[in-house]
């Protein structure tokens, strides 16, 4: 049973590296019928930040991402929130301290601050190990009154790490990775404020809630030996590892972070978090393309498509598709894969987005739909719906020099038979046939044509299908353009 878990430490906006990560767990567990779950590693109560737990769970759901258990949707694993299993990390430390795999430490912080100082002056990394670890206050190294007594205090708890030996782990997209007991410390698993560390309560998590595979940043790469060692304390088996690449900066050395977002203007979180942070869906992504976008970080199907929604992937998605280097964000790409699909999604539907009904409501509400056909093809993202629908607006000026070079042209007796064919018909749409055949035996050139119109009606020679642009207007406010540009030009 594939059984996978996106466990995200509730610090703020869930960061897309980080909704990615969710999107190849979720993927994961589809593709094999498996369990999604959402786990909230909240240890660090310092630095907890109140909100992000709803937040994470809202940007899944707008992605379409439901987890199958979490401390919102349950499940027979829970509780699905770090901070409400400290009962159980109590009873697997206890175990570990029984069995020697791991020992108080009594240290306060400026001993081992000092410790540290030494060691950098002899430029060394400080390590509290195995090499060292006699040397201070600790249950190995106390007798058992001054133990007792320590006990009253503050202390912390650490894995004691055998010298000497190879520790070895598979990443099932970098391979094989070992590493010498003898580089590693004696890492803390439980704090002095009684809650376990990451790192503890992760391992212990993926083996209670029965997990299969762990996907997760590479950025945590580096801890998995160490991950290895509390496994082996337990005398566990370890599930599958898939570190996925980092997603990296549009240009230069680096991690993607807020501040390349802020600097070259593109959201780096899916949801708006508070007044100055706006989100994707925000700024007029629909969830698909994101989701699109954030498979193509660091994956392919191994053909040339690009274009996969959330259904698509949960049947193509596999691991071997994932590389090993970093996946450049590129915000140009995320534009064209949302405006790949605006083009495809229903008028009705996206004339609900408040983006676009907010522009459309100066507009009969029969013609929305036909309205967002006219433009969809054009946005990239609905924030352009704004920009795109002032088309529709009566213009206030007109683009004075390409009116000045439609004047030398004689415009006028074009003019006045878009009036004439306006007026004999129904809909905008039936003038243009007759209008071409009209100018063609008239040897008028059919850039005349377009540029009368496209003036009288938008001020200006931009825009979307002009006769589409005809129709929307309708017969009244076509003729009313026409005579004030006849009036404007005179
Ligand atoms: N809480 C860790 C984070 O937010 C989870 C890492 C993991 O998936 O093991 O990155």
Redesign the pocket.
Known sequence: MTRV?????P?GPLHIG?LR?ALFNYLEAKKNKGVFILRV?DTDQNRYVEGSEDYIQEALEWCGMIPDEGPKNGGDFGPYKQSLRKSIYKEHIDRLIQEGSAYYAFDLPEELSKARLDAEKTGETFKYGSENRMNFKNSLTLNESDKNKALRGNYVIRLKVMPGCKVSVYDEIRGNITVETDLLDDKILMKSDGMPT?HFA?VVD?KLMEIST????E??LPSLPMHKLIYDAFNWSVPKFMHLPLILKPKGKGKLSKRDGEKEGFPVFPLRWNKEIIGFKEIGFLPEALVNYLALLGWNDGSENELFNLNDLEKVFTIDGIQKAGARFNYEKARWVNHQYIAKTKNSILAKNTLVSDELLDYPSEKHENIVGLLKERLYTLIDFKKEVSFLKEPDKFDEKAVAKLKEKNPKTVLYKILSLVNESEDGFKIKEPLFQWANKEKISFGVVMQSLRLSLIGNLTGPDIFSVCSILGKAVTLKRVSNFINHIK
């Open positions: 878990r996106f466990a995200p430490s610090t980080g990560t590693e990451y992760n993926d762990v996907i997760r940043g950025e945590w």
